[in-house]
């Protein structure tokens, strides 16, 4: 069964330092979802890709996140300088189309610790 | 602003026992409805979705959820709860803005499951 890919599963970084996750989606699915889930809480939507390009960034903290889908196929995520409050899980999603009707599919998502 | 309300932080079910877990969606027309189960430190899994006809709609391990278009609700449920259902369950709404489909996400319900 085809699956979202993300690595890594677990990042400890010190505050003020770079990191970066990855995601490659399922094979031919157009869109692509970064969320991010603080503990407790829901997932919260970063940047939503249709193909290579952005969609929706509306909640991306531009200061210090950036968030590239080169090719249309995997994306990367990155944090410079990350900051303590940047501690959550990271998840990828992908869906077939973006124009409605579809599912997402997660991966399993990167745990974030900054120290 | 497109909403969901899970009204409840923590659920506990006799295992055996039927369940209810309650979402609200705040939304001007009919949007496209989700629940995912999240099991602790994984990513989220599809448990069934809502497109359009039939507002009872089957999920997977034996999960059911009823559309309310009146109430704005879309319940999940189960018959008989088993032990392994213990997670977080988060239901989504889905809906159109600028061509393509966003998905938000309530806070979830975590469900314990006593023997």
């Known amino acids: 069964e085809a699956e979202v890919a993300q690595s890594p599963r677990y990042k400890i970084t010190e505050k003020s330092q770079a990191v970066a996750f990855w995601c490659d989606p399922i094979s031919g699915h157009a869109t692509l979802y970064w969320y991010r889930q603080i503990l407790g809480q829901g997932p919260e939507l970063l940047v939503q890709f249709q193909d290579e390009s952005v969609v929706d960034d509306s909640q991306l903290p531009k200061d210090r996140f950036s968030a590239e889908r080169l090719k249309g196929v995997d994306s990367t995520l990155k944090i410079q300088p990350a900051e303590l409050g940047d501690s959550a899980m990271y998840l990828c999603?992908?869906?077939?189309?973006?124009?409605?009707?579809?599912?997402?599919?997660f991966g399993q998502g990167t745990r974030l610790t900054v120290v | 602003a497109q909403s969901v309300t899970q009204p409840d932080i923590h659920i506990t079910v006799s295992e055996g026992a039927s369940l209810e877990l309650r979402c609200n969606y705040s939304y001007g027309a009919t949007p496209y409805l989700f629940w995912y189960v999240q099991s602790p430190g994984q990513g989220l899994q599809l448990l069934l979705k809502?497109?359009?006809?039939?507002?009872l709609v089957q999920g997977i391990k034996g999960f059911e959820a009823e559309f309310k278009r009146s109430q704005s609700s879309f319940n999940l449920r189960k018959p008989s709860v088993h032990w392994s259902d213990a997670a977080e369950y988060f239901c989504?709404?889905?809906?159109?803005?600028?061509?393509?489909?966003?998905?938000?996400f309530g806070t979830g319900t975590r469900l314990l499951v006593s023997p």
């Open positions: 809502y497109f359009s006809g039939d507002t």
């Open positions: 999603a992908s869906s077939l189309i973006g124009q409605g009707r579809t599912e997402a599919f």
């Open positions: 989504a709404v889905g809906f159109m803005n600028t061509g393509f489909q966003k998905l938000v």
